[in-house]
């Protein structure tokens, strides 16, 4: 199925995909950490040849000129959410193409498997609102919370503490960056891309907070 939108530079997009059938995409640790660095690499000029690079660094990677600009991200274990702007003409489909397949190609070798692994082509929503591309940087990196409360947007959640050191001890989203957690993940960010919706780490911390202690009964 064709996507009914056209990337256009310096405009914002949340773009999303999952396993074909609902399957996980993610096994184990070393999954994670794949997509994570395929983050950083396949986010550049350069054709992607992992081998070459694998055991490097991330800083020490050469990947040619960026081409979308990543603000938020979280890997679930059966699908992926990107906030993104586009910073070259065409940069969100090439980014996307290398880094889905790439993956596709890494988890196939690896799990002995073959035929697609994403569920189609992957999906993407213009952000034209700001009051929108806030929201999806709490709604990007609270959906580990599902992991531990699946209910927690209907019912509220139990124990906010726990919530809140679930999400900043996920290691495989964005959020740690964000709060200013030191690792090696945090270059996979370009954060200058994006409005200062946020004065500090406090008021980012705090912004979860809130919608932590909201019941959407609409659905998030």
Known sequence: MERKIVFAQGQYYHVYNRGVEKRDIFLDDGD??????????????????????????????????????????????NHFHLLVKEVRKGGITEFLRKLTTGYSMYFNKKYERVGALFQGTFKAKHIDRDEHLKYLFAYIHLNPIKLIESKWKESGIHNIVRAKKFIAEYHYSS????IG?????????????????????????????????YKDDAGM
């Open 32 to 77: 994670y950490k794949r997509f994570q660095r395929l983050l950083y690499i396949a986010n550049g000029k350069q054709p992607v040849i992992y081998k070459l690079i694998q055991g490097s660094t991330l800083e020490s990677i050469e990947r040619g000129d960026q081409q979308t600009a990543i603000g938020a991200y979280v890997l679930m274990p």
């Open 175 to 178: 959020y740690p960056d964000c």
């Open 181 to 213: 957690m030191e690792r090696a993940e945090k270059i996979i960010l370009s954060p200058v891309e994006f409005p200062e919706y946020f004065e500090d780490i406090q008021s980012f911390a705090d912004f979860h907070r809130e919608w932590l202690q």
